[in-house]
């Protein structure tokens, strides 16, 4: 299959500049877009850890989608221990660290099965080849996403092709995928929480996705 890979500017969407969000698409001979990721990427470094950085995040924005990652398994600029270990991370506290949140990944029907969403993401990885880790909350686009919702035209025809509320794609299937491309399961404990979660959490390391996909 002939596809290409396409990296949007990253964009500064809040009010820190390590902060950052980004729309990565897959596009077949033709141009068209089959797949799309679209991610954010935050630094943290020695001054401004884990812990600093969401109490930066809680007050600006009020709520973030990094709360979880980095209250629970962050110390300092890194994973947890427990986590580095699983995914043959190498600790470093004296250099920042980046880390990725998957926000969102599809391929369009027709390409499915394919392969796609494996490149799509090992092309993510190599693109920041330092980054530590990639956080992925699985949960069904359709639970989450509107096609008529978006303001960008080229996305929300792309989004109305997935036909989100009636896609065959669900939780089992997600964690499948995750876990064939190097992701392991992150288990929450259940007291640490006002209520149960929506999604299920997933998190790999460049070294664990490049030994799925070699």
């Known amino acids: 299959m002939n596809v290409s890979i396409e990296f949007k500017k990253p964009e500064i969407t809040t009010a820190f500049d390590w902060q950052l969000s980004q729309e990565v698409n897959v596009k077949n001979e033709k141009g068209m877009v089959i797949a799309k990721a679209e991610i954010e990427l935050i630094t943290l470094n020695k001054h401004r850890d884990a812990n600093k950085s969401y109490e930066m995040l809680e007050q600006q924005q009020g709520s973030t989608d990094w709360e979880i990652p980095l ?77 008529d919702d978006c303001e960008d035209e080229d996305n929300k025809l792309y989004y109305q092709q997935l036909d ?35 999604f299920n959490i997933f998190v790999a390391s460049q070294s664990t996705i490049a030994h799925h996909t070699d």
Do not use: W
Request: charged share 20%; with cysteine.
């Open 164 to 198: 989100l509320q009636s896609d065959a794609v669900n939780q089992v299937s997600l964690a499948q995928f995750f876990k064939q491309v190097g992701f392991i399961e992150y288990n929450v404990d259940d007291s640490l929480l006002a209520e149960p979660l929506a």
């Open 71 to 147: 209250n629970l398994f962050f110390k300092g600029q890194n994973l947890a221990q427990n986590l580095c270990e699983a995914l043959t991370v190498t600790a470093d506290n004296k250099k920042a660290k980046t880390h990725i949140m998957l926000e969102a990944i599809s391929v369009i029907p027709d390409y499915r099965n394919q392969g796609v969403a494996k490149y799509l993401l090992t092309e993510i990885m190599k693109h920041y080849n330092k980054a530590q880790s990639v956080t992925a909350f699985s949960m069904p686009l359709g639970d989450f996403v509107d096609a």
